[in-house]
């Protein structure tokens, strides 16, 4: 782990400490796998630095590895499952694909501390980014994925966690924002708690009645930052996949970020 990643984690763990009580640091690992729903794709778990254990899709590279890694995170009330219409298009496109469901959505419900299991409710949106710096650990595990060149993508608050990923993790390269909020619960969700934070490679996707928001977050974000606003549509979050310009768009940024030819 990078000292700033580690510096990352400590501050937001203080943050969720305060909300929630304090709690002990527990170790990363995965479960015996079984299948996901999606062909191709193994149910995973490994744990957050503070014994969140998180439940996670992962779908090696089509055509072997080591291969960039997308990492998608799911918009507030969803799951791993809004991404299932977006997964076969990246491992067309040749990346290994990790799908979590974040701490207090889907199977991520359980928390791990001195040795025994508690059920676990999210309070605090901050403790969001341990969820990132967890899955960065758990795809360096991974033989078939180039943990240097890793993709995010989120949607709505996951959007904003994308976002902070950009400017707090030197293994992200590339980021796609879709429906980002420029005011947040939380400074973190905006990076307030990353030391030296500077955000970068961040593509903003929205409607135009949440242009406001992505362009606000695009000023604070370091060449290269583009944002693309989908004109004559009300959409949040994964609901702009629907739109024809969006699949071509996230392929056109990751392509060229992550330095993966077409």
Not at 38 to 55: F, H, K, N
Not at 102 to 109: A, E, F, I, K, N
Not at 113 to 121: A, F, P, S, T, W
């Amino acid at each position: 782990m990078t000292g700033l990643r580690r510096a990352l984690v400590l501050l937001t763990a203080l943050s969720l400490v305060a909300a929630l009580s304090a709690c002990n640091s527990g170790g990363g690992g995965s479960s015996t796998p079984k299948p996901a729903d999606q062909g191709g794709g193994t149910r995973v778990t490994y744990e957050a630095e503070d014994g969140l254990r998180i439940v996670a899709d992962f779908y090696p590279p089509k055509g072997g590895g080591p291969a960039p890694a997308v990492l998608l995170l799911h918009q507030s009330g969803g799951s791993r499952a809004q991404w299932a219409k977006l997964i076969p298009d990246l491992l067309d496109w040749g990346y290994a694909v990790l799908a979590p469901d974040l701490r207090g959505s889907g199977d991520s419900t359980v928390l791990v501390r001195d040795g025994k299991e508690e059920e676990y409710q999210l309070e605090d949106l901050n403790a969001l980014v341990l969820d990132v710096a967890a899955a960065i650990d758990y795809l360096k595990s991974r033989s078939e994925v180039d943990a240097s060149s890793i993709g995010v993508v989120g949607a709505s608050v996951g959007g904003n966690v994308a976002y902070v990923a950009s400017g707090a993790f030197p293994e992200v390269r590339a980021t796609v924002s879709m429906s980002p909020n420029a005011h947040p619960q939380g400074n973190s969700l905006l990076g307030a708690d990353v030391p030296d934070f500077n955000p970068q490679a961040v593509l903003f996707l929205s409607d135009e009645a949440e242009a406001p928001d992505a362009k606000a977050l695009a000023e604070n974000v370091t060449d290269p930052v583009e944002v693309h606003v989908y004109e004559g549509k009300t959409a949040h979050g994964v609901e702009l996949l629907l739109d024809s310009r969006a699949r071509p768009d996230i392929r056109g940024w990751l392509t060229v970020n992550l330095r993966l030819s077409r």
